[in-house]
């Protein structure tokens, strides 16, 4: 028995070393150079794009392997992706019975821009007509990807039409399998056909830009059934924050169905001011939670069908350079500032990129001078219906005083829709107010007026103030606000 067994040994190996042997011979007088006019051809035919393959060499052993070297397309001479390196790897049994059995393919270094026009034609292909399914050219019964792999990868993708941006670096990336040819038929010949497989993966960056959010080091894993495509866990750093969630989109064609969830716990509040130009030092830590539902193919669509709420919590924050006590104190007397200034500067949170033409979100209307404000509560909740956000408690208290809004953002049609800012007296009622109407873009803000008119308030303060001596009730009033945000403790 151990003779037989040391038999078989010994003409294993042999075997072996013949074929590595065979294999290493083979690629002596294989010429992978002379296929490249035919490649680059075919590449070129399929994408409308200049495609040039740089240096070729070819493996037979222990597996099917062929590097590029320098691989690049263009389009009238400018580059749109080119990579350091790819590598493709495949089994070598499976050829004998016409199937092709890719391992991997290895991208290194991959950079670029891709680009959707407003049409919805991408750059790396060419512009979406109706045409019949060409035959294939390769007499393959089947080709199968295991995996594709982006190694440090650096993209950019820009749509025209929505005017949104992404920008990764640092990029690792890994997905599969991928089934593209079966019984002689290719199966994908669009994103379409992409998105309807079956497959899963991995991402992780460095950084990661949605417009001009950064998410340092991200980290997701995906699956798509071919009915849906679902991105979670997500995982990232933003603004300092930490950041976990969830997207999934449903109905994978013409109306998509999507679901995000979402919390950042521990916002730096310096580093998201500094992101909307905020004049004024400020400190602090922000907790941030989203969930949003919408469907639709186009911006406008999804915002008139947008769902959910926004919300955004902090305790002791603080401004350097603005004293809002002093200010709110004698705000009576000058009223030269707007109160939707004052406020802004931290209840818009969620909506600040989208009102930064309506607010002074940089602090410059309240003058930068001396003193330090602190925030004791901010709470801005938001609930958004078919695309309304109504304000649900949006309030902050200081030392000694307290704001609130109320209203809706109209978001489709970007326009404030009896929208008031009011400095609240204890029991929630708003001794002065300001309203806002009108387009994000050229807000109508209303001057600022007292509740009971300017002639008659000083009367009225002083009958409540007697009022409240002697232990009488204080005059009948409509609350402004209901929130959870205490008023100040009377010093």
């Known amino acids: 028995m151990r003779r037989r067994h040391k038999t078989i040994a010994i003409v294993g190996s042999a075997i072996v070393l013949l074929v590595g042997m065979l294999a290493a011979v083979a690629v002596r ?201 679902a991105l979670q866990p997500v995982a990232a750093a933003v603004y300092g924050g930490k950041l976990k969630g969830s997207l999934t989109v449903r109905g994978l064609g ?20 500094a992101a909307v130009n905020h004049r004024g030092r400020v400190s602090g830590r922000l907790h941030a939670s989203i969930t949003l539902t919408t469907d639709g193919a186009k911006r406008q669509a999804m915002l008139h069908r947008l769902n959910g709420t926004v919300a955004m919590h902090g305790t002791d924050l603080t401004i350097e350079n603005i004293d809002l006590d002093t200010i709110l104190t004698q705000y009576a007397k000058s009223q030269e500032i707007g109160l939707l200034d004052l406020g802004s500067i ?37 609930t958004i219906r078919n695309g309304m956000a ?28 009896d929208f008031r800012v009011g400095i609240l007296d204890p029991r929630g009622c708003a001794t002065f107010t300001q309203r806002v109407n009108g387009s994000f873009q050229e807000p109508q803000i209303e001057k600022a007026s007292l509740l009971a008119g300017t002639l008659v308030a000083p009367l009225v303060s002083f009958f409540r103030k007697g009022m409240t001596a002697l232990g009488g009730e204080q005059p009948a009033c409509t609350p402004f606000y209901r929130g959870r945000v205490p008023h100040p403790a009377t010093p």
């Open 254 to 273: 013409e109306n998509p169905q999507l679901a995000a969830t979402g919390t950042i716990n521990g916002l730096d509040l310096a580093r998201l001011a």
């Open 346 to 382: 931290f209840i818009v949170g969620p909506f600040g990129p989208l009102l930064s033409k309506a607010f002074d979100l940089s602090g410059a209307a309240l003058g930068v001078g001396r003193g330090k404000s602190r925030i004791t509560m901010l709470v801005s909740d938001w």
């Open 29 to 229: 007088f294989i010429d992978v150079e002379r296929y490249r006019p035919e490649v680059e051809a075919a590449i070129t035919q399929a994408t409308g794009l200049d495609c040039s393959l740089g240096t070729l060499s070819l493996r037979l052993w222990p597996f099917l392997s062929l590097r590029i070297e320098q691989p690049a397309l263009s389009r009238s001479g400018r580059p749109i992706l080119k990579a350091e390196r790819i590598t493709l790897s495949a089994h070598l049994l499976p050829l004998l019975n016409r199937r092709l059995e890719l391992r991997a393919i290895t991208i290194t270094r991959l950079t670029g821009t891709i680009r959707r026009d407003r049409r919805g034609n991408l750059n790396l292909l060419p512009p979406r007509e109706p045409k019949p399914q060409q035959p294939l050219a390769l007499p393959l019964a089947r080709l199968r990807i295991a995996e594709i792999v982006l190694d440090d990868a650096a993209l950019r993708y820009e749509d025209a039409a929505s005017g949104f941006t992404a920008a990764a670096e640092g990029m690792d990336l890994a997905l599969g399998p991928l089934l593209l040819v079966d019984q002689g038929k290719r199966l994908m010949t669009s994103g379409r056909d992409f998105f309807a497989a079956s497959w899963e993966g991995n991402l992780k960056a460095t950084t990661l830009f949605l417009n001009t959010m950064p998410l340092d080091h991200p980290t997701l894993r995906f699956a798509s059934t071919g009915k849906s495509l």
């Open 390 to 417: 109504c304000a649900a408690d949006v309030a902050l208290a200081t030392p000694k005083h307290r704001l609130a809004f109320t209203g809706r953002l109209d978001l489709p049609a970007g326009r404030f829709l």
